[in-house]
C-alpha cells in the first residue's frame, strides 16, 4: 500500500492551497483520513480529520479556513486550505486508516510530507 500526497507548493499569504492524497494497493476498506502538519523541532499536530461522523474535526488554528473530504471510490482525501498565514509553513503528512486484508483489521498509513510555504 503507498499513499501518494501533492499539491504542496509556495504562496503568499491570503492564497490558497489544495493538497490530494491517493492510497494505492491491495485496500479492502478506508477508515479515518487525515492531514497532519510538523514544523522542525515541534511534534506532528493534527489538522484536519474525517471519518464516519457527521462532522469533520478541525484544530482550531485552522477552524473555518481548511476543508477535508473525501472521495472513498478514489481512495483520496483532500485538504482545501484558504486564508493561509505564515504559521501555516509546515511539513503537511496524509493519514489513511486502511484494511488491506479480508481480515477486518485495520492500520494506520502514512504519506510521504509535501511541504507548504507561505511567504511573502
Known amino acids: 500500500v503507498q499513499l501518494q500526497a501533492s499539491g504542496g507548493g509556495s504562496v503568499q499569504p491570503g492564497g490558497s492551497l489544495r493538497l490530494s492524497c491517493a492510497a494505492s494497493?491491495?485496500?479492502?476498506?478506508?477508515?479515518?483520513m487525515g492531514w497532519y502538519r510538523q514544523t522542525p523541532g515541534k511534534e506532528r499536530e493534527l489538522v484536519a480529520e474525517?471519518?464516519?461522523?457527521?462532522?469533520?474535526y478541525y484544530s482550531d488554528s485552522v477552524k473555518g479556513r481548511f476543508i477535508v473530504s473525501r472521495d472513498n471510490a478514489k481512495n483520496t482525501v483532500y485538504l482545501e486550505m484558504n486564508s493561509l498565514q505564515p504559521e501555516d509553513t509546515a511539513v503537511y503528512y496524509c493519514?489513511?486508516?486502511?484494511?488491506?486484508?479480508?481480515?477486518?483489521?485495520?492500520?494506520?498509513?502514512w504519506g510521504l510530507g509535501t511541504l507548504v510555504t507561505v511567504s511573502s
Open positions: 494497493g491491495s485496500i479492502f476498506g478506508i477508515g479515518v
Open positions: 474525517i471519518s464516519g461522523a457527521p462532522t469533520p
Open positions: 493519514s489513511i486508516t486502511l484494511q488491506t486484508t479480508a481480515r477486518k483489521i485495520y492500520s494506520r498509513y
